[in-house]
């Protein structure tokens, strides 16, 4: 998706001027023809190597996109949740 490339690698700041993270990819909706919300990987190094914590922000929660991309107010937003590796499956499993 073109947006999504164009936000790929953004700036996120919060209303209070810290550094969220960078963006890693943009939710799209094909019934809307809208973009829903960010997803932003949190941290320094870790973010550009995609492997920092991601977090969904709601489209609605962005003041304003340019060089970097300002929020309306400080990042609340939930985390997207990982699928479990296949350790993490054998251990689940195992327990029960």
């Known amino acids: 998706m ?3 490339d164009e936000l790929k690698g953004k700036e996120v700041i919060d209303a209070a001027g810290n550094k ?3 963006i890693s990819d943009a939710e ?3 019934q809307t023809n809208r973009v829903e919300s960010l997803i932003v990987t949190e941290g320094g190094a ?5 492997m ?3 977090i969904e922000i ?4 962005i003041k304003t996109i ?5 929020l309306n107010g400080t990042s609340k937003s939930e985390s997207v949740e990982e699928p479990p590796s296949i350790e993490e499956i054998k251990r689940r499993e195992e327990e029960i």
């Open 20 to 22: 969220v993270g960078e």
């Open 66 to 70: 340019g060089e970097k991309v300002l």
């Open 2 to 4: 073109k947006i999504a």
């Open 58 to 61: 709601p489209y609605s929660e």
């Open 46 to 50: 870790s973010a550009k190597l995609g």
């Open 28 to 30: 799209w909706s094909p």
């Open 52 to 54: 920092g914590k991601k």
